[in-house]
T-cell receptor, first 113, second 111 residues
Framework: AQSVAQPEDQVNVAEGNPLTVKCTYS??????LFWYVQYPNRGLQFLLK??????LVKGSYGFEAEFNKSQTSFHLKKPSALVSDSALYFC???????????FGSGTKLNVKP | KAGVTQTPRYLIKTRGQQVTLSCSPI?????VSWYQQTPGQGLQFLFE???????NKGNFPGRFSGRQFSNSRSEMNVSTLELGDSALYLC??????????FGQGTRLTVV
């Protein structure tokens, strides 16, 4: 069975500092991993994905994520946080056979000026 | 290219009523999935449709049902509404091997 875990309910960071939002996964087969962001009362917006290839994946808005197979992690990172990055972030893994996504519990990112 | 469109954006219903939500996927996408989002349970998978067939179903009671039309538009229906059905319902469309593209959601409030 596929699952992801986001161990932090909330991450606080000062504007301009680097940020990391953690995600670990458990999958059978090849991992198809994703990060999404959600602003209040909105749907989910795609940030980036790992299917295969380079372990460092670059995505939208300056975000990147590092796939680590030995640690089964897929942490989201950004070198310099912006106040506008404050939102709810979800890590997800996709089922191997179907377009069914398993989401983590979400991490609320607070970026303070 | 138009995104995923969900209608209506907001709904208020009374317990015991039924409701139908609509989702128009991105043109060319044949797979449509539905998710329920609540503060307590997070994002939970309801079902997925592909070419008018339900391929996968989550762990929800039979009051939750859906269908997909030949143009890939999808509807989900919830009958005999309960207070606990209050949630943001999200629809996602995708092709195989791509990310899911989400609509803005329908906020359902059951009173």
């Amino acid at each position: 069975a596929q699952s992801v875990a986001q161990p932090e309910d909330q991450v606080n960071v000062a504007e301009g500092n680097p940020l990391t939002v953690k995600c670990t996964y458990s999958v059978s087969g090849n991992p198809y991993l994703f990060w999404y962001v959600q602003y209040p009362n909105r749907g989910l917006q795609f940030l980036l994905k790992y299917i295969t290839g380079d372990n460092l994946v670059k995505g939208s808005y300056g975000f990147e994520a590092e796939f680590n197979k030995s640690q089964t992690s897929f942490h989201l990172k950004k070198p310099s946080a912006l106040v506008s990055d404050s939102a709810l972030y979800f890590c997800a893994v996709r089922d191997n056979d179907f377009n069914k996504f398993y989401f983590g519990s979400g991490t609320k990112l607070n970026v303070k000026p | 290219k138009a995104g995923v469109t969900q209608t209506p954006r907001y709904l208020i219903k009374t317990r015991g009523q039924q409701v139908t939500l609509s989702c128009s996927p991105i043109s060319g996408h044949r797979s449509v999935s539905w998710y329920q989002q609540t503060p307590g349970q997070g994002l939970q998978f309801l079902f997925e449709y592909f070419s008018e067939t339900q391929r996968n179903k989550g762990n929800f009671p039979g009051r939750f049902s859906g269908r997909q039309f030949s143009n890939s538009r999808s509807e989900m229906n919830v009958s005999t509404l309960e207070l606990g059905d209050s949630a943001l319902y999200l629809c996602a469309s995708s092709s195989m091997d791509t990310e899911a593209f989400f609509g803005q959601g329908t906020r359902l409030t059951v009173v």
